[in-house]
């Protein structure tokens, strides 16, 4: 598997915005995108603000372009900031460094897509992405820490 399909993407973007309704989140926008940062699927709750689209894509965009959760990228950029900035420039600010990004990998760890989610705090929206993900059957960089250094996994703080 190489990908995620258009099933699976819907699958984790329907279990987030059911969990988040249990949550009592405020309204949630959601995308899932494949390699290379290409739109699989989106979704946005009604009573979602302007430009969810693009705060969600910037956080699977940060998880993809730097391999990591997009919560461990905003730690990099405050680590790094003159490093980070030339990534910024360099991604014609793609990149949205905030929790709510996270890479979806198959059983074997290895990265199929990334899943954007935005819409409440940055601790839920990065715990509704690992739930979507797990609820679709993938796993996190958490779930494969064991793994060892082909999965290239970061280490949270």
């Given amino acids: 598997m190489t990908a995620i399909t258009l099933e ?13 309704a249990e949550m009592e989140c405020r309204p949630l926008s959601v995308v899932v995108v494949e390699p290379g940062c290409i739109v699989k ?19 699977a ?5 730097l391999g990591r959760s ?16 030339y990534l910024f420039r360099a991604t014609d600010d793609k990149i949205f460094p905030e929790g709510g990004g996270m890479l979806i990998r198959a ?3 290895k990265v199929v897509g990334a899943v954007g989610v935005t819409g409440d705090t940055e601790e839920k929206d990065e715990e509704l992405a690992a739930f979507g993900i797990r609820a679709a059957g993938f796993k996190t960089d958490e779930d494969c ?3 060892g250094r082909d999965v290239n996994v ?4």
């Avoid at 993407?9 to 987030?16: G, L, T």
């Avoid at 965009?61 to 372009?65: E, G, N």
């Fill in 154 to 157: 970061r280490q949270t703080k």
């Fill in 70 to 85: 997009s919560s461990l990228v905003r730690i990099r950029n405050e680590e790094k900031p003159a490093f980070m900035s």
């Fill in 145 to 147: 820490m064991h793994m």
């Fill in 107 to 109: 059983s074997n760890g």
């Fill in 61 to 65: 965009y940060a998880s993809l372009a």
């Fill in 41 to 59: 699927a989106f979704q946005k709750e009604d009573g979602s603000s302007m430009v969810r689209f693009e705060m969600a894509f910037g956080k």
């Fill in 8 to 20: 699976q993407a819907n699958c984790i973007i329907e279990a987030i915005i059911k969990r988040g």
